[in-house]
């Protein structure tokens, strides 16, 4: 009898928070900039250096460990991580070893099997390194040190997943929370969420844990699913053949769907850990973590029951639009313009997720204002436009965030309400299409579609489909009479 | 001296530190280390019931800056200390297998 595996699956994210600065320095975070011209005498270790702790930091570490239910470290410290390479230009990089900020929480996700929590072991504060350029031409190493000193949390969850399906739920939740607090904008794609995956198999009903390899290079929730197969189907086929895992970092190549050895446990790193003598400990008060504590925004959940309770709207329409922070501000915003709910849940609904799939846009890059959006849907709903110009102008809006209304005076796009203009086309239409004619007039309605349509093109959209509608059928009752 | 240190611990350390030692400097070495770790076997012998561990020697804490960008483009000066230097990056040997 084939033996049955489970794996186990625990989770190290590091993600960037959103601070102007670095943790230690006043050195801009902002991307983009040339190489090295955000970087001063502390993100690049010169000697004699101070760096100071950047309390935005230290706020959005509790803000975060308060969401996930951790108990905050009341005295905490920074310790001093050892190695050598040249994207760490101190040669240790700051972290938190013995005392990290925030302790034992957990967050609860939910999958197609149900609700399960999953525990946070710690969450601590620490710096990002450089970024390393190989010049083939020179054939050396180029350093760039603009993320050198970005602040980073690493949240280090406990074995508690089992699957790829919770793994995803486990993300989705964290990136969730995060950005609802504002703390970082959580992009797998470009890095300021980074995932990696410790992850062992075990006899179904064993007590012990097997052992755990670390898979690192995980940059899209897609590439997260296919590791995870693909490592528990290579430790089991290790297993079946009488042979053992072995304990090490393994990177994943998703363009080929396999992962290779990094460094294994022989050579692992001996970071000589020790408290760092030029920062101060941190307390945290009572009256400050209430102020945070008080500070924290709506979450999903709760925003979800109180959009059940205030807007008449589907519950599938609730899900979709809470499920990215931006969304839920964009609608919250249009509505509180005096827009009825309904009709800015579908623009966000149907074009924006269109366009966002299309244009491979993500929420939290929307551009278009809530006011755009309101003049949009009053321009629709006040007739000066139909649907079809409606979707024309706001696939511009998508893109720049224009104006609505002096977008459509300029390009000319208001629905033609001149009665003597619209009768001519029909009048027209019904001269040049005599076979759709006689075949409405021979009782088959739906020809009247037809007509509609062909009076449509004529008027390039900006005929109100209604009036077209019952003007053809006047004129054409007077022709059966 | 109480304390011994091993060649292979000062082999160890000495890799860790990325220090390549001479013969006489290992000894020397093996003699400072067993004479540090000697003195703070010392503060073992003290009664320390009751006493907090100490996390920093300064009675500070909570020194903090504002989430304010202050520093500007000091590029041109920080590449002076730099080893090499191409496309206003640091240049070093080769990293990457």
């Known amino acids: 009898m084939a033996r049955e595996y489970e794996t186990v699956i625990g989770l190290e994210v590091h993600v960037e928070l959103a601070t102007r600065t670095k943790i230690f320095c006043g050195c801009s975070t902002a991307f983009g900039g040339e190489p090295n011209t955000h970087t001063c005498p502390v993100c690049t270790g010169m000697p004699g250096s101070l760096p100071v702790l950047n309390k935005k930091v230290l706020e959005y570490a509790v803000a975060v460990g308060l969401a996930a239910n951790c108990k905050i470290t009341r005295y905490c410290k920074f310790d001093r991580k050892n190695y050598f390479y040249p994207d760490n230009p101190q040669n240790y990089q700051i972290s938190q070893l013995y005392l990290p900020i925030c302790r034992d929480g957990y967050v609860e996700i939910t999958t197609e099997s149900g609700t399960k929590k999953v525990g946070i072991h710690e969450i601590h504060m620490e710096e990002d390194a450089g970024k390393l350029i190989h010049d083939e031409w020179e054939d050396c190493t180029l350093v760039d040190y603009n993320r050198s000193g970005v602040p980073l949390i690493e949240i280090v969850s406990e074995p508690d997943m089992r699957n790829a399906d919770e793994v995803i739920a486990y993300l989705e939740k964290l990136r969730l929370m995060i950005q609802y607090l504002g703390a970082s904008d959580c992009k797998l794609q470009e890095g300021s969420m980074r995932a990696d995956v410790n992850l062992s198999v075990r006899e179904v009903g064993a007590k012990e844990f097997g052992t755990r390899t670390e898979m690192k290079n995980l940059n899209s929730f897609r590439a997260i699913a296919r590791a995870i197969e693909g490592e528990r189907e290579r430790q089991i086929d290790l297993l079946e053949a009488g042979e053992a895992v072995v304990q090490e970092t393994r990177r994943w190549d998703d363009g080929k769907g396999v992962s290779y050895t990094m460094r294994s446990k022989e050579d692992a790193q001996d970071y000589r850990y020790f408290p760092d003598p030029d920062l101060t400990p941190v307390h945290v008060s009572d009256e400050w973590l209430e102020q945070i504590r008080a500070a924290q925004p709506e979450f999903r959940e709760e925003k979800m029951e109180r959009y059940r309770r205030e807007f008449d709207i589907p519950d599938y329409d609730i899900e979709i639009i809470t499920g990215a922070k931006r969304m839920a501000d964009l609608f919250e915003e249009t509505v509180a313009l005096g827009t009825e709910p309904k009709k800015v849940s579908n623009w966000l609904m149907g074009e924006t997720m269109r366009l966002m799939k299309e244009t491979e846009t993500d929420a939290a890059d929307l551009c278009f204002s809530p006011e755009h959006l309101a003049k949009l849907i009053s321009l629709v709903d006040a007739k000066a436009i139909t649907n079809t110009v409606a979707k024309e102008v706001f696939e511009v809006m998508f893109a720049k965030d224009i104006d609505p209304e002096s977008y459509v005076e300029e390009k000319g796009l208001k629905t033609v309400n001149d009665e003597g203009e619209l009768r001519s086309t029909v009048e027209r239409v019904i001269a040049e299409n005599p076979q759709s004619v006689s075949d409405y007039l021979g009782g088959k309605e739906k020809a009247i579609g037809f007509l509609v349509g062909q009076t449509m093109k004529a008027m390039k959209g900006k005929a109100d489909p209604g009036s077209v509608n019952a003007l053809l059928k006047e004129l054409l009752s007077k022709l059966q009479a | ?97």
């Open chain 2, 1 to 97: 001296m109480a304390n011994i240190i091993s060649d292979e611990t000062i082999e160890y350390v000495g890799i860790l530190a990325k220090l390549e030692l001479s013969d006489e400097e290992k000894e020397q070495a093996k003699k400072d280390m067993g004479r540090m770790l000697d003195y703070i076997d010392k503060l073992g012998e003290l009664d320390t019931t009751g006493v907090e561990p100490m996390s920093h020697v300064f009675p500070v804490e909570n020194v903090f800056r504002e989430d304010v960008v202050t520093n500007g483009d000091t590029r041109e000066e920080l590449l002076t200390n730099a080893p090499g230097e191409k496309d206003g990056m640091f240049m070093v040997p080769r990293t990457f297998e």
